[in-house]
């Protein structure tokens, strides 16, 4: 095998379908992160969609490049370390970016695409440096170079299937979308630093725990393109909530994916602060 410096074919292919899973919950996951400025409307998943692909596509082409020019553990190792870096630091950038987005003037149409480029191309093209360099790694000749590869693109499709399936079913009712993305990054970095020395465990994790840290008190709340102050924001199964309190208008909102659902005045009048519920008396 051609798989050396601490690296094993088992663990090769166990970082592929980690790597798998992880582009999966990163796009589903990212529709929560786009949803509170630009809902969650055809633009929007066409964007994710669109973005993730041609990140994949551009991986997929550099990972095989690089590959046969440096098939070594060591840089599959720090690909993976750097995918995961990167996808922790989404939360401290996300407020940034949406905000830039939505003030560009690109609108909702055309707003979606450029966050989703802004916040997944970076990671999602070394996620998709993965499977090729995994495959010249892995492959002992040209004779059985189809099987390898066969073996582990299907991996790593079984890795995108469980990303897809845990993530909607259990990660996003359960958890919130920060928590859920950090947990991404740590996870795809702790399977690639297996097979290093403490004193480099020690050092990456070192490093995750101050851009974790970082994002928990620069991240604040994110960006959501409304004035006010947001009293409650959460993640439900179906939209992202959030109640906004206006003092210049004078009223708490309800937003669903960054649509007015209800409101009333804060001040206790019974008045009706969207004119179309007057009509509910008729």
């Known amino acids: 095998m051609m798989i050396g410096k601490r690296g094993s074919i088992w663990g090769v292919r166990f970082n592929v379908f980690v790597s798998g899973a992880v582009v999966m919950a990163l796009e589903l996951v990212a529709s929560r992160i786009v949803a509170p400025v630009f809902g969650n409307s055809i633009f929007v998943w066409g964007a994710l969609i669109g973005v993730v692909m041609a990140a994949l596509a551009l991986g997929y082409y550099v990972g095989g490049r690089m590959a046969d020019r440096q098939p070594s553990y060591g840089t599959f190792t720090l690909i993976l370390i750097s995918a995961g870096v990167l996808i922790i630091l989404i939360p401290l950038s996300s407020p940034f970016i949406l905000e830039v987005?939505?003030?560009?003037?690109?609108?909702?149409?055309?707003?979606?695409?450029?966050?989703?480029?802004?916040?997944?191309?970076?990671?999602?093209?070394?996620?998709?440096?993965?499977?090729?360099?995994?495959?010249?790694?892995?492959?002992?000749?040209?004779?059985?170079?189809?099987?390898?590869?066969?073996?582990?693109?299907?991996?790593?499709?079984?890795?995108?299937?469980?990303?897809?399936?845990?993530?909607?079913?259990?990660?996003?009712?359960?958890?919130?979308?920060?928590?859920?993305?950090?947990?991404?990054?740590?996870?795809?970095?702790?399977?690639?630093?297996?097979?290093?020395?403490?004193?480099?465990?020690?050092?990456?994790?070192?490093?995750?725990?101050?851009?974790?840290?970082?994002?928990?008190?620069?991240?604040?709340?994110?960006?959501?393109g409304i004035s006010g102050n947001a009293v409650v924001r959460k993640d439900t199964?179906?939209?992202?909530?959030?109640?906004?309190?206006?003092?210049?208008?004078?009223?708490?909102?309800?937003?669903?994916?960054?649509?007015?659902?209800?409101?009333?005045?804060?001040?206790?009048?019974n008045r009706a602060v969207f004119r179309y519920t007057d009509y509910f008396n008729m």
């Open 101 to 224: 987005t939505y003030l560009s003037g690109a609108g909702d149409r055309y707003g979606p695409v450029l966050a989703s480029l802004l916040l997944l191309a970076a990671p999602t093209t070394l996620l998709g440096m993965v499977s090729p360099y995994s495959v010249r790694m892995s492959a002992e000749s040209i004779f059985n170079l189809g099987g390898i590869s066969g073996s582990l693109y299907s991996i790593s499709t079984a890795g995108s299937l469980f990303g897809t399936f845990f993530t909607v079913f259990v990660l996003i009712p359960s958890f919130g979308v920060r928590q859920i993305v950090f947990s991404l990054g740590v996870v795809l970095i702790a399977v690639a630093v297996v097979g290093m020395t403490w004193v480099e465990k020690s050092l990456i994790f070192s490093l995750i725990l101050v851009l974790m840290m970082a994002s928990l008190f620069a991240g604040g709340r994110p960006f959501l």
């Open 237 to 269: 199964p179906y939209s992202t909530l959030t109640v906004i309190d206006s003092k210049a208008e004078g009223t708490r909102t309800l937003y669903l994916n960054n649509m007015p659902h209800s409101a009333r005045y804060l001040n206790g009048s």
